[in-house]
């Protein structure tokens, strides 16, 4: 390729005013980083607690005034936050841009909602074997293609999930375009029935998210998530230093199709009804904006991303009939002013700037009078 | 089943070949832009889509109470595609403007372009849905605006069991004028060339003076006014269109450039027609609701096991 990228550490001062907020946030970053294990664990429980109150009508007074809050922070909140740490894992980790992870979240949704409602299987046998259907699909779907340039990864993932789409809607068998009704709740926990009240689905999406991050967590700090860096910044050299590019791809694929599943098996749980216009394409735009508005590959940063693109639409309902033309705009601003995300990790930061873990830079681009040479991939 | 396909099998490849020429015309504009930045231009659809608008508004304007003859009818046919050729064309070099070109200055990653395409993509459907379609809506309720007739379906001969009407021949007779055009003007002349050269290799051919800004520009705008008349082709035939009419066209006609080589214009046209072709005799097996799903699942097979199409790859190859 002949592109090459401008790498130049530019300071605060240079910039505009949105930057010093970007810088801001980098030296908060930095400093959590060099935080002691007692003060990140203060900050654990911290967060858990706040996750547990969040759903008091005092907060819920300000944060939506127009809808039920703790519905709001199951579905779109809770469940976009749920769906872009397992899109984080296939994007952010493994560095493979994937426009149909919505297919998961169908698969997932279609398998509690058609096994619950035909043979009368339990909610969570249910679920269970919605997240190995998600899985299989996922390799299913990444076997032929993990092999393809990230572009085109994009463009087939974004093929299958229409095709997942159109097939649930010209299937009479699972509802067709219908869809699928009479979605049977979970059974009750500890006593705790969930019926209309959306406080128990609210505890338990805040059980599953918890899950998920650590599973992520400790996932990314392994040999596999290693090996997902390695991949993501340069996997003909991962392949030459001898990570098997090929099946650690596909396990990305498939774990981050699980995760998929399973917000899909809570929300049709919760929903009682799912047709396929459920899932759209629109909602896998929705994800992946917040993985990469979030800061792609730093868990707080794709958390806060789903987050504020699951509320800020709720929050100012005003503004409803604007709200994906507004959010179309700050997807392009934003990759032209931070492409790096709201709360970047340092180490992926570094990678966009150096055009790697993104695709490689575009074509058509020579290098400038101020250009650093020794970084562009001429030089190399 | 066999005999149904035999019946079905000429009225269908009529049908392909229309709206593969259609395919093929959408198709140049990703096949070039990819060609000169390796970038997939997501945002091509909605410039087919702006195209189908231009075609419309101009129609609604003209308001013809009959289908019209003779130069009457090749006057309004021109003057749609030139309208629509040239509201698509700008705007592919206003989107080129706003969403890519700050991207390439700062050295962005092909990642970060593909968002700012998908952004761009939803901005203007959301754009057209709020502003545009709300005063071309006949009823409401309604998402789509149809167009008026204005070409007779007439039947111009007839092949075996299937009559050829002459709104089909003026979609496949339109396309394939306007790519032949296409075709010399990238090959014969000087911007051509320079569209050659940048596809090739942009750090030697800023050297050799050609201007990377100029020629990314002119490869939109030749991009975009291929969908704008590809845009007043589907006006023509198909009378209707919606906000949301690129989507799935825009991924097919993606499709369309892969399986011809992406970067290769004579490719593309070919990519169109098979893709048209596959899709409406597939169809006759699995009834046409599943059209879609052949399409895309021809995508994956073909990226699977040909991911440089049939014709082989690239602008720059195939006409060093």
Known sequence: MKGDEVTTEETPAKRGGFHAIGHGIDRLRDRWENAKIWQRYLV???????????????????????????????????????????????????????????????????????????????????????????????????????????????????????????????????GGARGITGIPHPPPVFGTKFLLDPAPYYYLIVAAIVLVIIFSVRL????????????????????????????????????????????????????????????????????????VLGGSGNLPGVILGAFLIGWLPERFRDFADYRILIFGGVLVLMMALRPEGLLPSRRRKAELHEGTGGMGTLGAEVPGPDTDVSTTEAAK | MLDDFLNQFLPSTVGGLVIGSIYALVALGYTMVYGVLRL???????????????????????????????????????????VSAAVSGASAVVLETVAYRPLRKRGGTRLAALISAIGASLFLQELFALVVIKGLIDKPGRNQASAPRFVARDTLFTVGNVDVRLDQVIVVVAAVVVMVGLDQLVNKTRIGRGIRATAQDPEAAVLMGVSIDNIVRVTFLLGGAMAGVAGSLYIMEIENTSYLIGFVLGIKAFTAAVLGGIGNLRGAL????????????????????????????????????????????????ARA
């Open chain 1, 44 to 174: 654990y429980i911290a967060l858990v607690v706040g996750a547990l109150i969040l759903p008091a009508p005092a907060i819920g007074a300000f944060m939506s005034p127009a809808a039920d809050w703790t519905t709001v922070l199951i579905y779109p909140i809770g469940t976009y936050i749920l769906l872009a740490v397992g899109l984080n894992v296939v994007v952010g980790q493994a560095g493979l841009l994937d426009l149909g992870f919505v297919a998961f979240f169908a698969i997932g949704g279609y398998s509690v909602a058609y096994y619950g409602t035909h043979f009368g299987w339990n909610y969570w046998a249910t679920v269970a074997f919605g997240i190995i259907l998600a899985a299989v699909s996922g390799v299913i779907l990444g076997a032929p293609t993990l092999r393809l340039r990230g572009d085109y990864l994009a463009i087939v993932t974004l093929g299958f999930g229409e095709i997942v789409r159109i097939t649930a809607n010209n299937t009479d068998e699972i």
């Open chain 1, 220 to 291: 990314q700090k392994s040999r596999v998530g290693r090996a997902w860096a390695a991949i993501r910044e340069d996997e003909d050299a991962a392949e030459l230093m001898g990570v098997p590019t090929f099946k650690f791809k596909l396990l990305a694929f498939a774990i981050g199709a699980m995760i998929g599943g399973l917000a899909g098996g809570i929300y049709a749980g919760k929903a009682v009804f799912i047709e396929p216009n459920t899932f759209p394409f629109i909602l896998s735009a929705t994800i992946l904006a917040a993985v």
């Open chain 2, 40 to 82: 997939i231009n997501f945002a091509h659809s909605e410039i087919f889509m702006i195209g189908t608008f231009a075609s419309l508004v101009t129609l609604l304007a003209i308001a013809p109470s009959a289908p019209l003859t003779g130069f009457a009818l090749v006057g309004v046919l021109l003057l749609l595609m030139l």
């Open chain 2, 270 to 317: 070919m990519g169109g027609i098979v893709l048209g072709l596959i899709e409406n005799w597939g169809a006759i097996f699995l009834g046409s609701e599943w059209k879609d799903v052949i399409a895309f699942t021809v995508l994956v097979v073909v990226l699977m096991f040909r991911p440089t199409g049939i014709l082989g790859e690239s602008l720059q190859k």
